[in-house]
């Protein structure tokens, strides 16, 4: 299975990371084993991939095609492209703050990047202050007035609460106390939704959603966008990218949670991979314990919504997310897992086979109003 205690070996003997960093002069040769050799590029510190793949004690980059690269060790691998802000770890696509760029003949990744999102996920078991998980927060995104995405087969603010339904029934039979942020067809504001998870000790959040727009299709895992770091869901650069939020308290142990829960996803979804993404969503933005908000596939998007609509695939995302939960509390060192689960907990359970002819259209005069946003 992807992520997490199967999917890396750590160097115990290494130095943490933003210690080891030492600036130097563009075209200066490290002097002195261990160093990191940075470059300003607009502005930003980036890093040697050559480093990053030493310090995980991986082997030499091996380059693919004209802009292409991998890393591997064993299980484990990194690959990119040049100019390109997708990154995967172990074939999970990850979104890059900064594009990789090349200095000197060398691969560059963002030291943001590096301390933000690579250590975090390569190490997560050196995450300092990861509390025992016993608790868990559940958000079905929308309610109410607020239907959410819209599709033939059924409302976004339905599907998001079958969801928790499935999943709360599935995390209180492994012990976890569970707190929902609704549990009817109500609107909660999005700011109310947070102070419920502010309340809770020892805890995650976890808002489900179900997406809309254009032709997209896939899946796809937000967590919060680091302070400096420009939200994925923004025109471009933004004052508010400066400002130290709640949830940045937090940026290792969201990064680590998004890592479980998208790879949990998308080993068992025939979904496209759309990657782990950054935003400032409210939800997410506002929670001071670890939180994600998850995409489970475009409700606009014909193939999707059929898959959505059928109840095998909505269990299918509780179990994977139950999956999810657990490999974060042992990824982190919180505890030992539940002895019922494990990484291959639900192995045995099928992907979702649409049968398209098995779900009907909703009449044309069940139509609600216009999806909400999430901010």
Same mark, same amino acid.
Not at 1 to 14: A, H, S, V, W
Not at 25 to 41: H, I, M, N, R, S
Not at 118 to 130: D, F, L, N, Y
Not at 274 to 278: D, E, P, V
């Given at each position: 299975?992807?992520?997490?205690?199967?999917?890396?070996?750590?160097?115990?003997?290494?130095l943490a990371v933003l210690p080891a960093l030492f600036l130097l !002069?563009?075209?200066?040769?490290?002097?002195?084993?261990?160093?990191?050799?940075?470059?300003?590029?607009e502005g930003r510190d980036f890093v040697t991939m050559e480093n990053v793949a030493d310090f995980y004690g991986m082997n030499a980059i091996h380059r693919t095609g004209e802009k292409g690269f991998e890393v591997r060790s064993g299980s484990r691998s990194l690959r990119g492209e040049l100019q390109s802000?997708?990154?995967f770890i172990n074939n999970i696509k990850f979104i890059l703050s900064y594009p990789i760029v090349e200095q000197d003949g060398h691969l560059c990744l963002s030291r943001m990047d590096l301390t933000k999102l690579?250590?975090? +996920?390569?190490?997560?078991?050196?995450?300092?202050?990861?509390d025992n998980v016993t608790t868990v !927060?559940?958000? @079905?995104?929308?309610?109410?007035?607020?239907?959410? @995405?819209?599709?033939?087969?059924?409302?976004?603010?339905?599907f998001t609460l079958d969801v928790v339904f499935r999943l709360k029934k599935l995390l209180e039979g492994q012990g976890y106390k569970v707190v929902l942020t609704r549990s009817s067809d109500v609107f909660v504001p999005l700011y109310d939704r947070a102070r419920t998870a502010n309340r809770q000790k020892n805890a995650l959040f976890i808002s489900v959603h179900f997406n809309s727009g254009g032709a997209g299709t896939g899946l796809e895992t937000y967590t919060l966008a680091p302070r400096g770091v420009p939200s994925m869901m923004a025109d471009g650069p933004s004052v508010n990218d400066l400002v130290q939020c709640a949830g940045n308290d937090n940026d290792a142990q969201n990064m680590a949670l998004a890592t479980a829960t998208h790879a949990a996803l998308v080993v068992r979804s025939q979904l496209y991979d759309?990657?782990?993404?950054?935003a400032?969503? !409210?939800?997410?933005?506002?929670?001071?314990?670890?939180?994600?908000? +998850?995409e489970g596939g475009f409700l606009s998007h014909s193939f999707d919504a059929k898959i959505i609509a059928t109840p095998e695939y909505r269990q299918q995302m509780a179990a994977s997310i139950v999956l999810a939960v657990n490999n974060?509390?042992? @990824? +982190?060192?919180?505890?030992?897992?539940?002895? +019922?689960?494990s990484t291959q907990a639900g192995a045995s359970e099928p992907r979702v086979r649409l049968n398209s002819d098995a779900v009907a259209p909703r009449s044309e005069s069940s139509v609600p109003n216009a999806a909400s946003g999430k901010n």
């Open positions: 299975m992807y992520f997490l205690t199967q999917m890396f070996r750590f160097r115990d003997t290494l !002069v563009k075209g200066e040769a490290a002097t002195q084993q261990g160093d990191w050799t940075l470059y300003k590029v802000k997708e990154f690579i250590e975090p +996920v390569m190490r997560p078991s050196k995450i300092a202050g990861a !927060v559940l958000d @079905a995104g929308h309610g109410g007035h607020d239907n959410g @995405a819209w599709s033939p087969y059924g409302n976004e603010k339905t759309r990657g782990i993404k950054r400032r969503f !409210v939800v997410i933005r506002e929670t001071k314990i670890p939180a994600v908000l +998850v974060y509390r042992r @990824a +982190v060192g919180g505890g030992a897992a539940s002895p +019922v689960a």
